[in-house]
C-alpha cells in the first residue's frame, strides 16, 4: 500500500514538474523594440524601471501573458516583434498611457 502511495507522489510530483517547464518555455524577456532603417531592432538600453512599468501597463490593456522572473520581464513568445514594438512605442507614449489607464 506504501509502495502505490510513493509512486503516485512520484508521478504527481513528475507532472507537475513537466508543466512549470513549459510555462518556463512559453515566455521570452521582453526587450524594447525600435525600428532601424526600416528594420526592427532590440533597444535593450530603453528598458529601465519606467519603461518596464509602462509596458506592463500596455501589457495589461490587452490582456497579454507577462510575468516578472528574477527582475526580469517575460512576455508571451507568441507575441510578434512587430506588436512588441508597438506595445514598446505605447509605452513611451505619456498621451496613450494616460488615455488608456486599465481598470
Known sequence: ????KL?????????LSCRENNDRSDYVEYVPQIFNDDNLAKAPKM??????????LVLKY??????????????????????LWNYTS??????????????
Do not use: C
Not at 1 to 4: C, D, G, I, P, T
Open 1 to 4: 500500500m506504501e509502495l502505490k
Open 62 to 83: 490587452y490582456g497579454e501573458k507577462w510575468k516578472l522572473e528574477n527582475g526580469k520581464l517575460l512576455v508571451s513568445k507568441k507575441i510578434e516583434p512587430e506588436v
Open 7 to 15: 509512486v503516485l507522489l512520484v508521478a504527481i510530483l513528475t507532472m
Open 90 to 103: 505605447k509605452a513611451n507614449d505619456s498621451i496613450w498611457l494616460v488615455s488608456h489607464k486599465t481598470k
Open 47 to 56: 528598458m529601465t524601471e519606467k519603461h518596464r512599468g509602462n509596458v506592463i
